[in-house]
């Protein structure tokens, strides 16, 4: 195994440990990892000024146990607009979801569509949009698209579920052209769709799936 490897991807999360190492959490094109910075939590280091939803291109030094540990990172992009509490929860939230559904065979189309919901909640003029549109095709490349006409996410007079997430004719036509439209013509659609309930059947498809996700409480329309 090579010991020192390069690869590039966004950053998900960021813990610290005792003696002022960090651990970060990325999302790649060729899955989920974690890492060790090493003084990570010093300001003046590069590492240290790393933060949540920078896109990057680091080093790591794989040992034969543990976690690899990060030798060298450059910035290649951030974006603006995410400081903003509700389009920082709504991209956490995403992050979540996309960072739990990105195996090994799933990243390639994940990581995309991570990546372009990061942008459109960080710009649009409704961040919940690219959300809900980001959230399904996620959930989808990670292969849990609902079917609307079989057992699991379904319409069941006038609710989703068992629980009833309703959505009404207009939501389900909208999931519909979300899942199965290209990107442009699925988020017109989007335009005068309930987002409100397609975040809240959102929510409930994913937890069903993938058990509880820690930002899901946090995020509403």
Do not use: C
């Not at 094109?29 to 003046?44: M, N």
């Not at 509700?86 to 799933?106: D, G, H, I, K, N």
């Amino acid at each position: 195994m090579e010991r020192y490897r390069l690869e590039e991807g966004i950053v998900v999360g960021r813990k610290p440990l005792p003696q002022g190492d960090l651990l970060l959490r990325f999302l790649t094109p060729q899955g989920p990892l974690e890492a060790i910075a090493r003084k990570g939590q010093r300001p003046t280091g590069r590492s240290g000024r790393l933060s949540l939803f920078h896109h990057v291109r680091f080093q790591l030094y794989a040992k034969e146990e543990g976690l690899p540990t990060l030798t060298q990172v450059e910035l290649l992009g951030k974006l603006f607009g995410l400081e903003e509490p509700r389009r920082f929860l709504y991209a956490s939230f995403l992050a979540e979801l996309a960072y739990r559904l990105a195996s090994p065979e799933a990243a390639p189309r994940v990581y995309p569509l991570f990546a372009s919901g990061l942008r459109g909640i960080a710009k649009h003029e409704n961040p919940l949009l690219p959300l809900v549109w980001a959230g399904w095709r996620v959930v989808k490349a990670g292969g849990l698209a609902p079917n609307l006409a079989g057992p699991g996410l379904h319409l069941r007079e006038g609710g989703l579920g068992e629980a009833g997430v309703y959505l009404g004719r207009e939501g389900v036509e909208a999931l519909r052209a979300l899942l199965h439209l290209p990107g442009k013509e699925a988020l017109a659609r989007l335009e005068k769709a309930p987002l409100g309930r397609l975040l809240l059947a959102l929510k409930a498809h994913a937890e069903e799936h993938l058990g509880p996700l820690r930002t899901a409480p946090f995020i509403g329309a």
